[in-house]
């Protein structure tokens, strides 16, 4: 493969996770070419893994100052995606405590008819990098890098109102198992938990472009049944700029791949929209772009 294909595909891996351009394209040169030169595609379970760390954050919001970004929900600096396996290296201002009550599972009563709050079956447990989120009997795993599990109990429990003892949370009364509740409750919403893995995953996997274009704000919310909105807003921004976004985006040098259902951009309001899919789906994600 010609040296100038390969550093293309370094600039677009590397903006997609973070990673220093030198870093990406020194792995992908020592890489052994019959392996290939795309990111690992995650299994099933892992996608869906992701698709419930990222629809139970329920909404994204990054705020820029002047000099840096402001204290957010959820926010990535970089990120190394495997098969079975996504790391991600948290954001300095990312709220430890809005994520552990969002991810970790809570239930709210006994018996048969209990709700779960959470990821059902999400558990945590020490890590060589830091954190490791994963569900007893599923091969998949998402590792919070530079996070101890002190760190993450404790923002867990200072995200109650209510005392702690009156709420039972199931990662760390049962670090091996799933709770009677969380098999019911995973068993009776199984068709809706996760059901967007596959675009979802895509999403995580690609988080670090939006920052790529230096947005004053990212804000996401559910605008449909396994749905995505991605707002992002800008002080300035152009054509050029939309494009750029929607090309790396729907690289083929991604994984899992995307692709362009629809295109819209207002040049008198410099506002624009797009919308994506995953191949072998019905899932969409949409991203708009808007001044503020």
């Known amino acids: 493969m010609p040296a100038s294909r390969i550093a293309h595909i370094a ?14 394209l020194h792995q992908l040169v020592e890489r052994n070419p019959s392996s290939g030169l795309l990111p690992a595609i995650p299994s099933p379970a892992q996608q869906e893994l992701e698709a419930l760390f990222i629809n139970k954050l329920e909404t994204m919001y990054v705020e820029r100052s002047e000099k840096a970004w402001n204290r957010l929900n959820f926010g990535v600096k970089r990120l190394h995606a495997e098969t079975k396996q996504l790391t991600v290296f948290l954001s300095p201002s990312t709220s430890l405590t809005h ?75 049962m670090p091996d198992e799933w709770a009677m509740e969380e098999r019911t409750f995973a068993a009776y919403y199984g068709s809706t938990l996760g059901a967007a893995s596959t675009v979802e995953s895509a999403l995580l996997r690609r988080i670090c472009l939006f920052g790529v274009q230096n947005p004053k704000s990212v804000r996401t919310w559910h605008n449909l049944p396994g749905g995505i ?54 899932q969409e994600i949409e991203i708009r772009t808007t001044l503020r």
Request: include cysteine; glycine fraction near 8%.
């Open 229 to 282: 909105c991605v707002e992002l807003s800008f002080e300035a921004f152009s054509l050029d700029q939309f494009d750029e976004l929607l090309a790396m985006l729907t690289s083929p040098y991604l994984n899992p791949p995307m692709a362009l259902q629809s295109r819209h951009y207002n040049i008198e309001d410099n506002w624009g929209r797009i919308t994506l899919s995953c191949a072998g789906t019905e």
């Open 11 to 24: 600039r677009i891996q590397s903006k997609a996770t973070g990673h220093s351009y030198n870093a990406v």
């Open 99 to 173: 994520l552990a009550v969002q991810v970790l599972p809570v239930i709210t009563s006994p018996g048969a008819g209990a709700e779960v709050h959470g990821i059902p079956g999400l558990r945590a447990t020490a890590h060589p990098l830091g954190l490791c989120l994963y569900r007893p009997g599923i091969d998949a795993r998402i590792v919070l890098a530079g996070i101890t599990a002190e760190e993450f109990e404790q923002a867990h429990h200072a995200g109650f109102s209510v005392p702690h003892s009156q709420v039972r949370c199931a990662a760390t009364a």
